[in-house]
């Protein structure tokens, strides 16, 4: 059988994409257990198996390993909510971006909670990143609702807002009692609560004689 342990791994020459992912995920696992300010990169080193002047060769110091985490984790999210904007039906739609932070807040590594509940939201850098990955998935869902609705373009991103702000905290919610809710039950529910609001909001269809529809279904 193959040694995994730190010391053979310590050993090994791997290209650089595959230590740089190598030392994300250890990062990961630290960052995560310790937060960003008692992490030590002796410990992010120690925990993939490398010296620090191989993690300091590819991170040049603690903020930007952290800073690269959240990219590559917001871009996992991003990524899933497009995918469910891809989708055509509108009841799908919904129901699969819910979903989707559901199951990026139940991943294993917990990487929400370098996004969700960071302890360095203040970090002018990291802020930054927080900020636009919420924008950025309200962006991409007010280009649906503008585009089948009468809705302005900062009404849209307003509702867009609120749908991200409202499936990230009954996702975190359901995280903490899983083992009394399921993710089914709880994503169902929030996804049907999220399609009565946007009810409100009624399709405009091209042509006459086309019955308007709301963006979100009303149906269970």
Same mark, same amino acid.
């Given at each position: ?7 053979? !791994? ?17 990062? &990961?696992? !630290? ?23 191989? &993690?300091? #060769? ?9 800073? $690269?985490?959240?990219? #590559? ?5 991003? #990524? ?11 009841? $799908? ?38 900020? #636009? /990955?919420?924008?950025?998935? $309200? ?5 649906? /609702? ?10 849209? !991103? ?22 009394? &809710? ?9 996804? $049907? ?10 399709? !405009? ?16």
């Amino acid at each position: 059988m193959p040694d995994d342990s730190p010391a053979a !791994v310590r050993g090994q020459r791997l290209p650089r994409s595959e230590r740089r992912a190598q030392l994300l995920d250890a990062a &990961l696992g !630290v960052f995560v257990e310790n937060g960003y300010h008692s992490a030590a990169m002796d410990d992010i080193a120690a925990r993939a198996g490398v010296s620090k002047p191989v &993690l300091y #060769q590819h991170f040049p110091g603690k903020l930007e390993l952290y800073l $690269a985490l959240i990219d #590559q984790h917001t871009g996992e999210l991003e #990524q899933l909510v497009r995918d469910a904007l891809a989708l055509e039906d509108n009841k $799908a739609r919904i129901n699969t971006m819910t979903r989707a932070y559901f199951d990026f807040v139940g991943q294993e590594g917990a990487a929400f909670r370098l996004i969700f509940e960071s302890d360095l939201a203040n970090e002018p850098e990291v802020r930054k990143r927080l900020d #636009q /990955i919420d924008l950025t998935c $309200a962006e991409a869902m007010a280009e649906i /609702i503008t585009s089948e609705t009468s809705m302005e373009q900062e009404e849209a !991103v307003l509702v867009g807002v609120a749908f991200v702000g409202m499936a990230q905290t009954a996702a975190r919610h359901w995280l903490t009692h899983e083992a009394t &809710l399921s993710e089914d039950t709880a994503v169902r529910v929030t996804a $049907a609560l999220i399609r009565r609001g946007f009810g409100a909001f009624p399709s !405009v269809r091209s042509g006459a004689d086309k019955p308007k529809e709301s963006v979100g279904t009303t149906a269970g």
